[in-house]
T-cell receptor, first 116, second 112 residues
Framework: NAGVTQTPKFRILKIGQSMTLQCTQDMNHNYMYWYRQDPGMGLKLIYYSVGAGITDKGEVPNGYNVSRSTTEDFPLRLELAAPSQTSVYFC???????????????FGPGTRLTVT | DAKTTQPNSMESNEEEPVHLPCNHSTISGTDYIHWYRQLPSQGPEYVIHGLTSNVNNRMASLAIAEDRKSSTLILHRATLRDAAVYYCILRPIIQGAQKLVFGQGTRLTINP
């Protein structure tokens, strides 16, 4: 298994440009997540999805959009990029929790985005 | 979300045990205690989790206080590769509440 893969690894955007960060997992996980991490800080949840066709906002959703048309893919769209979106973006996935069993999240390697 | 408190940084020597503390005095009965770590320039990596009893796996041990208001992650024999930021996170088991809320964690330095 490749696990969770993210592309691109690095990207520089000009203010106002748009882009899509790609995330794919091959573990057949129901749940997928997007986090951002600013320098020296912990991760913050942007959006998450509990299955194909279902998405929901996390703590910091403004300026982002997501879609989940398949179990494997969960792309994150940035419209009208702003300097405040300069960050490292991590995608993660996990199996659906069942009963009183808690499962871990598996993280991708991240995309380092700079907006200037 | 229930909050956790961890020291900002800790330092230890290679091949010695490391005890990383976490306080979570407002934990609820349905909160699991999860530990993740983040090596430099990588995504977070799951370490261990538990509910009430102490837990062991190949990476670490988790000791949970009887009142569940604190826990300790134990690395039995630290190596240089264990230098990372360690996050203690409470995660409700309620169906659908899948979010991980990351604090600033403890930055662990391992001296050769």
């Amino acid at each position: 298994n490749a696990g969770v893969t993210q592309t691109p690894k690095f990207r520089i955007l000009k203010i106002g440009q748009s882009m899509t960060l790609q995330c794919t997992q091959d573990m057949n996980h129901n749940y997928m997540y997007w986090y951002r991490q600013d320098p020296g800080m912990g991760l913050k949840l942007i959006y998450y999805s509990v299955g194909a066709g279902i998405t929901d906002k996390g703590e910091v959703p403004n300026g982002y959009n997501v879609s989940r048309s398949t179990t494997e893919d969960f792309p994150l769209r940035l419209e009208l990029a702003a300097p405040s979106q300069t960050s490292v973006y991590f995608c993660a996935s996990s199996p659906r929790d069942r009963g009183r069993t808690s499962y871990e999240q598996y993280f991708g390697p991240g995309t380092r985005l700079t907006v200037t | 979300d229930a909050k956790t408190t961890q020291p900002n940084s800790m330092e230890s020597n290679e091949e010695e045990p490391v005890h990383l503390p976490c306080n979570h005095s407002t934990i609820s009965g349905t909160d699991y205690i999860h530990w993740y770590r983040q090596l430099p320039s990588q995504g977070p990596e799951y370490v261990i989790h538990g509910l009430t009893s102490n837990v062991n796996n190949r990476m670490a041990s988790l000791a949970i206080a009887e009142d569940r208001k604190s826990s300790t992650l134990i690395l039995h024999r630290a190596t240089l590769r264990d230098a990372a930021v360690y996050y203690c996170i409470l995660r409700p088991i309620i169906q659908g509440a899948q979010k991980l809320v990351f604090g600033q964690g403890t930055r662990l330095t391992i001296n050769p």
